[in-house]
Structure formats: structure tokens, C-alpha cells
């Protein structure tokens, strides 16, 4: 094996194994940021060494004695924490005794401890950005400059996020446990809100030159996969997952073969990932078997199921569609959730019965920049035959939004609609 494949599987173990060598850790050294270093010096001796030595047969257990020896090399050169350092350096040396073995060393507690890491990660003492950049970080393996690149960000920026989110959580004490009672369903849902924003943002990203960032919606899907791993009675986790990947599910038939965006109801649903499709409704049973269909999550998955399960958009049941979105109005009201029934409306019962739910909606100050409002307003206008206004209504939502790929299909709308009202050239 050359030194480019070592690296290269190196990355890939890295990948596989970050965040569990990270979590165990953290139970250790209880810092999140000495952690982390940690097991980035284990890596760079990774490095230097598998390529001469060869990868190990346990490469995630290797790095996680090396990390474990690290931490105890580091303790004892630190003066000012030398109390810590005995105590540390006994519990590690005890676990070491009992645990001959590199597989055991890893596995210790695993589970739990990446449990920890999750809600550590996601703990509402941190910004939204701070959640989503050090979860990505931390849970994901990514280096700061693909957290950057993700999201269309300055590397300083997204470093000096984590750096700052590590230091908030040392600084707050924020202990490395699964919260209990009552503050399980706050904490729980701010860990679901992070990695649904890396989704959204990998499945229709918000800015640049690419309708879609797949890497987001994979590594998120991941994480979402080991949340309902390792909290497996939670209907929401599953939820969740059921959304993520019904709506995966879809992405080869989303953008064309030159990357313009493809409209739900003008794609080929052949293309659709049966596979993810099947994972996704296996998912929502489960949630619905722990009593989710009261959750938001497991009601947007109902909702995509709905699509999910239509050959054609002309036999989508757009009723219960409608009855979902009425249900997860009551249960999550907001704006969005309301443009979203207007859209099932118009679908169940005609564009002029959606049209009077959306104009309502035209006064909502929180949407006021927000671009599917005059595309939703623009496309039910034109099924309207009112030419003229759709087309002013999509290139209004052409200069809000600021992906590039979207702001040209609206752009085209505006123009079929500028042909459309055009009065045909005399014989």
C-alpha cells in the first residue's frame, strides 16, 4: 500500500471513528476541547507511523490507547493540575489493568458515551451556529475547512466557532451526561434541530451555486441513524429519520444532469431510492408505534410518505396531506407550516381555495423575505391564468432567495409567464 492509499484509509477510519474515540475521552479528561486534542494528536501519530508499521488490524482501538497514553503523558507534565493527574492518571492506569485488550478499550461504554457527546455537542448553552459547526466537527469527523466549504463560510470563521463553543461548554461546566426527567425532551430536540439544519441545508442549500450538498444530507442521515441507535425508545429520533431519509430518497431526481433544480412534480420517480424509501417507512412505523404521530418530525415524515407512496403526483392523497398539515399546524404552528397547507390545499381543492390561504399570509412580517412565498404565490397565479402577476410574483422571489441555481428557475418561471400573457402575432 503507497503512503497516498495509508492516508487515504486513515481519513476513512478517522471518519469512522472520531467521535466515539472523542465521547470515551470526554468521559475521561471531562473537557470536550482537551478530548478532541487528544485524539487529534493520535491521529497525527497515525500518520507518521501506519505508514511505515501498516494500518493496524484495530485501527479505532489504536488510536484510542494512543489518545488514552497522550492524556496521560499530558497530565503529568502539567504542574498545575497535578492532583488531577493522579487521580486521572490512576483511573486510566486501572483501566488499562483491566482492559487487556485494544477491542475492549474502545467499546468501553461506547454507547453511552456517544449518547453524551451528542447532547454535549447540541447543548442549548451554545449558539445555533456553535451547535451545528461543533457537531459536525465532533460527530462528524469534519475539519474545519469542509464545515467552511459545507456551508460557504470562512474557515477562521467556522474555527473560531468551535474553539469558542469548546470554551463556552468548559467555562459553563457543562457535564458530560444524558439529561434526565424534564429536561430530556428540551435537550432532545435541540440535538434533532442540528442535524435537521445540516440536512435542510445539504437537501436545498440556502446560498451558492448548487441546489443541492449531498455530503450534508449523508452525514447528517448518519447522525441520525446513531441517535435512534442509542436512544431507540425516543418516536421522535425515529421521526426524524424517517423524514431525512424518504426525503434523501429523492435526490438523484431532484437537479438534471447539468445541475439545474427539478420541481417535485416534474421528477421521475423511477429515479427515487426505493432502498431509502423502504428504510424511511420502516422508520416512521416504528415512530409511530411509540406513539409518534404526535410528534413534528414524525408528522412531516407521514407527510413524505404521502409522496413517497404515489407513482404520480396526480395520485398523491392530498387530503390527508391536508390533514397532517392541519395537524402539525395545531401542534407546531408557524407561518411555513401554513404556506405549506395552503400548497396541499390548492392541490386537494383547487389553486383558488390555496391562492386566499396564501394572500393571507402575504402580511406575516416573519415572511416578508421569505422567497417561496411569492414562488408559491407566482405558481398558483399562473395556474390561475393570471399571467402578468405570476410573473412579477416570481421575480420578486428571484431576487430574495440567494441560491443561484434557484434564483435562475425562478427567473425562468418569470419569463414562461411573459410569454404566456403575451397577445399572439396577427395571421
Known amino acids: 500500500m503507497t503512503t497516498s492509499d495509508t492516508h487515504r484509509a486513515i481519513d476513512a477510519v478517522w471518519r469512522i471513528e472520531s467521535a466515539r474515540i472523542i465521547a470515551g475521552l470526554t468521559r475521561i479528561v471531562r473537557d470536550v476541547g482537551v478530548a478532541e486534542e487528544l485524539a487529534q494528536d493520535a491521529l497525527v501519530a497515525a500518520l507518521k507511523q501506519w505508514p511505515e508499521s501498516g494500518i493496524p488490524d484495530n485501527p479505532g482501538a489504536w488510536l484510542m490507547a494512543t489518545a488514552k497514553h497522550r492524556a496521560i503523558d499530558t497530565f503529568r507534565r502539567n504542574k498545575r493540575l497535578e492532583r488531577k493527574h493522579e487521580e486521572l492518571g490512576r483511573e486510566l492506569q486501572v483501566q488499562e489493568m483491566a ?32 451547535r451545528v459547526a461543533l457537531t459536525l466537527r465532533l460527530l462528524g469527523g469534519l475539519t474545519s475547512a469542509e464545515i467552511a466549504r459545507a456551508f460557504l463560510a470562512p474557515e477562521p470563521t467556522i474555527a473560531q466557532r468551535i474553539v469558542r ?84 430518497s429523492r435526490a438523484r431526481a431532484r437537479v438534471s444532469s447539468t445541475g439545474e433544480p427539478i420541481l417535485l412534480f416534474d421528477q421521475n420517480r423511477a429515479h427515487w431510492d426505493q432502498l431509502l424509501i423502504r428504510r424511511g417507512l420502516a422508520a416512521l412505523e416504528r415512530a409511530e408505534r411509540l406513539g409518534g404521530m404526535r410528534g413534528p418530525y414524525a408528522l412531516q415524515a407521514a407527510i413524505a410518505a404521502c409522496h413517497a407512496r404515489a407513482l404520480t403526483p396526480e395520485e398523491t392523497d392530498w387530503p390527508r396531506i ?24 390548492a392541490m386537494a381543492s383547487g389553486p ?38 405570476a410573473r412579477a410574483e416570481f421575480a420578486r422571489a428571484a431576487t430574495l432567495t440567494r441560491n443561484a441555481r434557484e434564483r435562475d428557475l425562478l427567473l425562468d418561471r418569470a419569463r414562461e409567464c411573459a410569454d404566456s400573457s403575451a397577445p399572439a402575432e396577427e395571421p
Not at 402575504?362 to 407566482?378: D, F, I, K, N, Q
Request: aromatic fraction near 6%; include cysteine; proline fraction near 6%.
Open 99 to 130: 482492559v487487556p485488550d485494544f477491542d475492549a478499550a474502545l467499546d468501553d461504554k461506547i454507547g453511552d458515551d456517544l449518547l453524551r457527546l451528542v447532547f454535549i455537542s447540541c447543548h442549548p448553552v451554545l449558539s445555533t451556529d456553535a
Open 165 to 248: 463553543a469548546k470554551r463556552t461548554l468548559s467555562e459553563a461546566r457543562v457535564p458530560f451526561e444524558v439529561p434526565r426527567g424534564p429536561e430530556l425532551a428540551a435537550r432532545l430536540s435541540s440535538v434533532l434541530e442540528v442535524i435537521y439544519l445540516v440536512f435542510n441545508e445539504g437537501y436545498s442549500a440556502t446560498s451558492g451555486g448548487d441546489w443541492m450538498r449531498p455530503a450534508l444530507c449523508e452525514d447528517a442521515l448518519r447522525l441520525g441513524r446513531i441517535l435512534a441507535e442509542l436512544a431507540s425508545q425516543e418516536s421522535e429520533v425515529h421521526g426524524l429519520v424517517a423524514l431525512m431519509e424518504i426525503q434523501a
Open 322 to 345: 391536508v390533514a397532517l398539515y392541519e395537524a402539525l399546524a395545531r401542534l407546531a404552528p408557524s407561518p411555513v407550516v401554513e404556506l405549506n397547507r395552503a400548497v396541499a390545499v
Open 352 to 389: 383558488v381555495a390555496g391562492l386566499e390561504l396564501v394572500d393571507a399570509l402575504t402580511a406575516e412580517p416573519s415572511l416578508a423575505g421569505y422567497h417561496l412565498l411569492p414562488s408559491v404565490r407566482g405558481d398558483l397565479l399562473k395556474k390561475l391564468g393570471r399571467f402578468g402577476e
